[in-house]
C-alpha cells in the first residue's frame, strides 16, 4: 500500500467490552489491510481493557480518562501517520471489502475528500429498514445544501476521509456532545466534494445505550450545529428563505425523532418551530399526521 492509499483506523472505546473483539476483527478481516489501528480506551471500567491488551502489537491502544467521543476520535486522529482517516465506533461492524470499495470510489476523482457507504441496521432497529439507503438517500458531490436541509445521512462509522482535509479542519468539535460527526461533514462539505458508496458496507448496531437514543439530548445537539453551519461563510450568502427551510427542517427533524421515541411533548414543541420557521413543506403535515396516530 502506497502513502497515498494508506489508512489509519480510529476506534474509540468506553465500556466496550460486549462488542468491540467483533469490530475489531472485522477490521482485520478487510481485503485491503489498513496501515493500523488506533483504539482510544476512553477510560472504561468494564473488562474493554483486556481485550484490548490481548491483540498485542497488532493494534495501538491510547488510555485516557472519560471524555466525549469527539475527544477520543481526535486524539487517534492526532497520533495517526496515514493519508487517509477511518473512523468506526465499538459497536459497529465494517462489511470484508468496504476500504477497498472506498479507495475505489476516491480513486476515481480527486477532488473526493470524504467517502462514505451505505449500511445494514442491526440490533434494535424498531421500525427502521435493514438497508439505511431504501428510506434515506445517498447524495454525493456538493452535498453542502442536502447536509444542511435534510440533517445527516451519513454514517459516521462509514467515513473515510481525506487527513489533510480533517486537520484543515479542526477536526471533530468538542464543544458538542451529540451530532459532532454531523458538524464535521457539514464543515467538509463547505469546501470539498463528499461522495457515497452505494452499496451498504457497514452493520450499524442500535441499542438502548446510544447517545443518539435521547430525544432532547439531540434536538439540543441538532439545533447547536445548525447555529454553528449558518455562521459558515457559505451560509452567510444564502437567502432568509433558505436559513428558515433549514430552521424548519431541522425542527421537523427534532419532532419525529421525539415522536418515534414517545416524546410527544417535545415532538409538538418542534413541529410548532417548524411552523414558524417555514409552514409551506408538505413533509410537516404529513408528519404532523403521523404523530397524531402514533399510539405511543
Same mark, same amino acid.
Given at each position: 500500500?502506497? +502513502?497515498?492509499?494508506?489508512?489509519?483506523?480510529?476506534?474509540?472505546? =468506553?465500556?466496550?467490552? %460486549? =462488542?468491540?473483539?467483533?469490530?475489531?476483527?472485522?477490521? =482485520?478481516?478487510?481485503?485491503?489491510?489498513?496501515?493500523?489501528?488506533?483504539?482510544?480506551?476512553? *477510560?472504561?471500567?468494564?473488562?474493554?481493557?483486556?481485550?484490548?491488551?490481548? &491483540?498485542?502489537? #497488532?493494534? $495501538?491502544?491510547?488510555?485516557?480518562? $472519560?471524555?466525549?467521543?469527539?475527544?477520543? $476520535?481526535?486524539? *487517534?486522529?492526532?497520533?495517526?501517520?496515514?493519508?487517509?482517516?477511518? =473512523?468506526?465506533?465499538?459497536?459497529?461492524?465494517?462489511?470484508?471489502?468496504?476500504?477497498?470499495?472506498?479507495?475505489?470510489?476516491? /480513486?476515481?476523482?480527486?477532488?473526493?475528500?470524504?467517502?462514505?457507504?451505505?449500511?445494514?441496521?442491526?440490533?434494535?432497529?424498531?421500525?427502521?429498514?435493514?438497508?439505511?439507503?431504501?428510506?434515506?438517500?445517498? &447524495? *454525493?458531490? !456538493?452535498?453542502?445544501? !442536502?447536509?444542511?436541509?435534510?440533517? +445527516?445521512?451519513?454514517?459516521?462509522?462509514?467515513?473515510?476521509?481525506?487527513?489533510?482535509?480533517?486537520?484543515?479542519? *479542526?477536526?471533530?468539535?468538542?464543544?458538542?456532545?451529540?451530532?459532532?460527526?454531523?458538524?464535521?461533514?457539514?464543515?467538509?462539505?463547505?469546501?470539498?466534494?463528499?461522495?457515497?458508496?452505494?452499496?451498504?458496507?457497514?452493520?450499524?448496531?442500535?441499542?438502548?445505550?446510544?447517545?443518539?437514543?435521547?430525544?432532547?439530548?439531540?434536538?439540543?445537539?441538532?439545533?447547536?450545529?445548525?447555529?454553528?453551519?449558518?455562521?459558515?461563510? #457559505?451560509?452567510?450568502?444564502?437567502?432568509?428563505?433558505?436559513?428558515?427551510?433549514?430552521?424548519?427542517?431541522?425542527?421537523? %427533524? +427534532?419532532?419525529?425523532?421525539?415522536?418515534?421515541?414517545?416524546?410527544?411533548?417535545? /415532538?409538538?414543541?418542534?413541529?410548532? #418551530?417548524?411552523?414558524?420557521?417555514?409552514?409551506? !413543506?408538505?413533509?410537516?403535515?404529513?408528519?404532523?399526521?403521523?404523530?397524531?396516530?402514533?399510539? $405511543?
Amino acid at each position: 500500500m502506497n +502513502n497515498s492509499t494508506a489508512i489509519s483506523v480510529i476506534i474509540p472505546a =468506553f465500556n466496550a467490552a %460486549t =462488542f468491540v473483539r467483533e469490530t475489531i476483527d472485522s477490521v =482485520f478481516g478487510q481485503s485491503v489491510q489498513p496501515q493500523e489501528i488506533i483504539v482510544v480506551d476512553d *477510560g472504561s471500567t468494564d473488562g474493554t481493557a483486556a481485550i484490548l491488551e490481548s &491483540y498485542g502489537d #497488532r493494534i $495501538r491502544v491510547l488510555s485516557g480518562r $472519560r471524555g466525549s467521543a469527539a475527544v477520543a $476520535r481526535n486524539a *487517534g486522529a492526532r497520533v495517526a501517520a496515514a493519508s487517509w482517516l477511518a =473512523f468506526v465506533d465499538a459497536d459497529d461492524l465494517w462489511l470484508p471489502d468496504k476500504l477497498e470499495h472506498q479507495l475505489a470510489v476516491a /480513486a476515481a476523482d480527486e477532488r473526493v475528500a470524504l467517502v462514505y457507504t451505505d449500511r445494514y441496521n442491526i440490533g434494535t432497529r424498531g421500525d427502521l429498514p435493514e438497508i439505511q439507503g431504501s428510506i434515506q438517500p445517498l &447524495y *454525493g458531490g !456538493d452535498v453542502f445544501l !442536502d447536509l444542511l436541509m435534510l440533517g +445527516n445521512h451519513i454514517t459516521l462509522s462509514s467515513v473515510l476521509v481525506r487527513a489533510d482535509v480533517f486537520f484543515e479542519l *479542526g477536526g471533530f468539535s468538542e464543544s458538542l456532545r451529540n451530532a459532532e460527526d454531523w458538524d464535521l461533514w457539514i464543515r467538509v462539505a463547505e469546501r470539498h466534494h463528499i461522495v457515497p458508496c452505494l452499496e451498504p458496507l457497514v452493520r450499524y448496531r442500535l441499542h438502548s445505550g446510544m447517545k443518539s437514543s435521547n430525544p432532547r439530548h439531540m434536538q439540543v445537539a441538532r439545533r447547536a450545529v445548525i447555529k454553528r453551519a449558518l455562521a459558515l461563510p #457559505r451560509s452567510r450568502q444564502l437567502p432568509a428563505t433558505t436559513i428558515r427551510r433549514i430552521e424548519g427542517a431541522t425542527a421537523l %427533524t +427534532n419532532a419525529s425523532d421525539a415522536a418515534r421515541r414517545g416524546a410527544r411533548g417535545l /415532538a409538538w414543541q418542534e413541529l410548532a #418551530r417548524s411552523v414558524a420557521a417555514w409552514p409551506f !413543506d408538505p413533509d410537516l403535515y404529513k408528519e404532523t399526521l403521523r404523530i397524531l396516530l402514533r399510539r $405511543r
